[in-house]
């Protein structure tokens, strides 16, 4: 099994600012089978990136996601008041695995 | 539009069961994989089971095997999760999800969840 890491815990931003998140593999990710979600309070996770760095439909151009083997990032560019939220990583493929996930507060 | 809506969700004793259905509407269920993934109070992510498109394949967390088990009814669109010999840790919002892949994709659609609480 995959074991995802995240980090930081939490990022604590102010709205303009780039966000820049990490997750690493304890073993490569095959394929780029690694996504990215967005999750709110009390709402389902949204779907923002697959494949390691394609955007989801709907997904603004100001989130982005680079990497391959055990280290990715998600960027976001200019941190929007809409954006601070918990995101988790996750590689897709028996057996699934999730990150722990990393908050973005607002500073 | 897709949506998939989730139900059975409430509060159980701990060893009882329960089954929890995944109503899907908006595109062609028989086509995609699909997935449960559910969240304790306060905690992240965790996948909990899968099953392909056609039904060949399943998958289950180690925490759940022997316990829990997915499986769909393409007639009414709806896939489930046989909940078994539930423990305390069970206690979660569960989601479904389905990938385009038929198996072996991101989840891109997600329900809005069915709360299971296990407790005495």
């Known amino acids: 099994e995959i074991v995802l890491t995240q980090s930081p815990g939490t990022l604590s931003l102010s709205p303009g600012e780039r966000a820049t998140l990490s997750c690493r593999a304890s073993?490569?990710?095959?394929?780029?089978?690694l996504a990215w979600y967005q999750q709110k309070p009390g709402q389902a996770p949204r779907l923002l990136i697959y494949g390691a760095s394609s955007r989801a439909t709907g997904v603004p151009d100001r989130f982005s996601g680079s990497g391959s083997g055990t280290d990715f990032t998600l960027t976001i560019s200019r941190l929007e008041p809409e954006d601070f939220a918990v995101y988790y990583c996750q590689q897709y493929g028996s057996p699934w695995t999730f990150g722990q996930g990393t908050k973005v507060e607002i500073k | 539009q897709v949506q998939l809506v989730e139900s059975g969700g409430g509060v159980v004793q701990p060893g009882t069961s329960l089954r929890l259905s995944c109503a899907a509407s908006?595109?062609?269920?028989?086509?995609?994989?699909t997935h449960w993934v559910r969240q304790a109070p306060g905690k992240g992510l965790e996948w909990v089971a899968s099953i392909w498109f056609d039904g060949s394949k399943k998958y289950y967390a180690n925490s759940v095997k022997g316990r829990l088990t997915i499986f769909r009814d393409l007639s009414k669109n709806t896939m489930y999760l046989q909940m078994n010999s539930l423990r305390a840790e069970d206690t979660a919002v569960f989601y479904c999800?389905?990938?385009?892949?038929?198996?072996?994709?991101?989840?891109?659609?997600w329900g809005q969840g069915t709360l299971v609480t296990v407790s005495s």
């Open positions: 999800a389905r990938d385009p892949c038929g198996g072996d994709c991101a989840f891109d659609y």
């Open positions: 073993q490569s990710v095959a394929g780029y089978y």
């Open positions: 908006g595109f062609n269920f028989s086509t995609y994989g």
